[in-house]
């Protein structure tokens, strides 16, 4: 009897608890295709269009308006079935050891064999399990609170902005990453270790705070980071303007990233334009880099190692930082099944390197279902000076054109199936 009544007054007195409700979701993307890169063989690659995945999502209605939530989501590389992309190509990069000319050659080619281990991994580094996304929070009715390693406020602003979604070749990011590519870390697109406030009012405004302490960033780097935007979504309008700002291990400024634009829909058009601002004097990798010289690369002797290591760090001090600025405008056509895409992308190199590059691209997406597409996209990237940027897709860096200068073009054919 007293069983009893403890049960009914448990449910008179949580009702939430009684009549909540919960689901929980399997998704994914599959995407997969052929690209082929000037300066490197056609190669079968993972997530051109978008990033191949395969994610768990779920809620609770806790009543009152409240809501819990979580989300993980893990990179999926189709081509080999793990989850470390490697670079597009495996062409050297040759920014960040310009000046090094004094090393002994054989020093030097063991120096970029370090900096850029061929078949390495380009992303996720760490073999995260849940890389993309791994968070939890509760949605109330001022508000989500999230916790976790989730996108950066800065970079969904950038996302909102690229014609083509942030994949394939003609993704505006193939021309925003530094000039010394992947090495540089050029964005910030998620942090782990990050505590995020999201809110959207009826009218379509809304905004997100991020913050996070040490071990914070993508590579777990920065010794604190922090994040905003302000976005509105309504109509036919959705832009925003979003801001990240990182520390590096030392608490010295690091990547500080500042992004406006967003998109226009108007009947089958839809208009995208976007500038994005970039700053980096102490990139979180520079202390990984010397770290690494004086563990493998010294060369015997002391007096020839602290001259030689002396050439090394300057060098790798100055072509680790970063100052730019990016526009791109596109735009999108619907055209019966399909759509046809198209955008010009250009980034003003303000180092002394004076390293610009001009990105242009064509696509076509043919739907197939719902769920299923397959697209072919031309890009082309007209590179100056010592810039060696070349096409990237959704999943993985392009990697390098093989020499500075030198133009870098790729075409895709890919197929993409959301479930």
Same mark, same amino acid.
């Given at each position: 009897?007293?069983?009893?009544?403890?049960?009914?007054?448990?449910?008179?007195?949580?009702?939430?608890?009684?009549?909540?409700? &919960?689901?929980?979701?399997?998704?994914?993307?599959?995407?997969?295709? /052929?690209?082929?890169?000037?300066?490197? +063989?056609?190669?079968?690659?993972?997530?051109?269009?978008?990033?191949?995945?395969?994610?768990?999502?779920?809620?609770?209605?806790?009543?009152?308006?409240?809501?819990?939530?979580?989300?993980?989501?893990?990179?999926?590389?189709?081509?080999?079935?793990?989850?470390?992309?490697?670079?597009?190509?495996?062409?050297?990069?040759?920014?960040?050891?310009?000046?090094?000319?004094?090393?002994?050659?054989?020093?030097?080619?063991?120096?970029?064999?370090?900096?850029?281990?061929?078949?390495?991994?380009?992303?996720?580094?760490?073999?995260?399990?849940?890389?993309?996304?791994?968070?939890?929070?509760?949605?109330?009715?001022?508000?989500?609170?999230?916790?976790?390693?989730?996108?950066?406020?800065?970079?969904?602003?950038?996302?909102?902005?690229?014609?083509?979604?942030?994949?394939?070749?003609?993704?505006?990011?193939?021309?925003?990453?530094?000039?010394?590519?992947?090495?540089?870390?050029?964005?910030?697109?998620? +942090?782990?270790?990050? /505590?995020?406030?999201?809110?959207?009012?009826?009218?379509?405004?809304?905004?997100?705070?991020?913050?996070?302490?040490?071990?914070?960033?993508?590579?777990?780097?920065?010794?604190?980071?922090?994040?905003?935007?302000?976005?509105?979504?309504?109509?036919?309008?959705?832009?925003?303007?979003?801001?990240?700002?990182?520390?590096?291990?030392?608490?010295?400024?690091?990547? !500080?990233?500042?992004?406006?634009?967003? &998109?226009?829909?108007?009947?089958?058009?839809?208009?995208?334009?976007?500038?994005?601002?970039?700053?980096?004097?102490?990139?979180?990798?520079?202390?990984?880099?010397?770290?690494?010289?004086?563990?493998?690369?010294?060369?015997?002797?002391?007096?020839?190692?602290?001259?030689?290591?002396?050439?090394?760090?300057?060098?790798?001090? /100055?072509?680790?930082?970063?100052?730019?600025?990016?526009?791109?405008?596109?735009?999108?056509?619907?055209?019966?099944?399909?759509?046809?895409?198209? &955008?010009?992308?250009?980034?003003?190199? !303000?180092?002394?390197?004076? +390293?610009?590059?001009?990105?242009?691209?064509?696509?076509?997406?043919?739907?197939? &279902?719902?769920?299923?597409?397959?697209?072919?996209?031309?890009?082309?990237?007209?590179?100056?000076?010592?810039?060696?940027?070349?096409?990237?897709?959704?999943?993985?860096?392009?990697?390098?054109?093989?020499?500075?200068?030198?133009?870098?073009?790729?075409?895709?054919?890919?197929?993409?199936?959301?479930?």
């Amino acid at each position: 009897m007293k069983k009893i009544v403890l049960g009914a007054l448990a449910g008179a007195c949580f009702p939430p608890l009684v009549l909540a409700q &919960s689901s929980v979701q399997l998704y994914g993307i599959a995407d997969a295709g /052929l690209m082929w890169q000037r300066g490197s +063989s056609p190669k079968l690659i993972s997530g051109g269009a978008d990033g191949s995945r395969l994610g768990i999502k779920g809620s609770e209605d806790l009543g009152r308006g409240m809501k819990a939530v979580f989300n993980l989501e893990a990179r999926v590389e189709l081509d080999t079935g793990r989850q470390q992309p490697t670079l597009v190509n495996e062409n050297q990069g040759y920014y960040l050891t310009r000046g090094m000319g004094a090393l002994p050659p054989s020093l030097l080619a063991a120096v970029r064999s370090a900096l850029q281990p061929r078949g390495g991994p380009a992303v996720n580094p760490e073999n995260a399990l849940f890389d993309r996304t791994s968070m939890v929070g509760l949605v109330t009715p001022v508000g989500a609170l999230l916790l976790g390693r989730m996108y950066t406020p800065g970079y969904e602003v950038f996302a909102a902005a690229d014609t083509f979604e942030v994949g394939t070749g003609g993704t505006w990011g193939s021309v925003t990453g530094g000039t010394a590519g992947f090495q540089a870390l050029g964005a910030d697109i998620r +942090s782990q270790r990050a /505590l995020q406030y999201r809110a959207v009012l009826p009218s379509g405004l809304g905004g997100s705070v991020m913050i996070a302490g040490k071990g914070s960033g993508y590579l777990g780097l920065y010794d604190k980071f922090w994040g905003a935007a302000l976005t509105y979504k309504a109509g036919s309008w959705d832009v925003g303007v979003g801001h990240n700002h990182a520390y590096d291990p030392s608490g010295a400024p690091s990547l !500080r990233t500042t992004t406006a634009g967003g &998109s226009y829909a108007w009947n089958d058009w839809k208009f995208f334009a976007g500038w994005h601002d970039q700053r980096n004097r102490h990139s979180a990798l520079l202390p990984t880099y010397i770290a690494g010289w004086d563990a493998q690369l010294a060369p015997l002797g002391p007096a020839t190692a602290a001259a030689l290591r002396a050439v090394f760090v300057n060098n790798i001090s /100055l072509n680790s930082q970063q100052d730019a600025v990016s526009v791109q405008v596109g735009l999108q056509y619907r055209l019966g099944p399909g759509r046809i895409l198209a &955008s010009v992308a250009h980034q003003n190199d !303000r180092t002394p390197s004076d +390293s610009d590059a001009t990105l242009f691209a064509l696509g076509y997406n043919y739907f197939l &279902s719902k769920r299923t597409d397959i697209y072919a996209v031309a890009s082309f990237i007209r590179n100056q000076n010592e810039a060696q940027y070349s096409p990237a897709t959704a999943g993985a860096p392009g990697g390098f054109t093989p020499a500075p200068g030198v133009d870098g073009r790729a075409f895709q054919l890919g197929v993409r199936h959301r479930f």
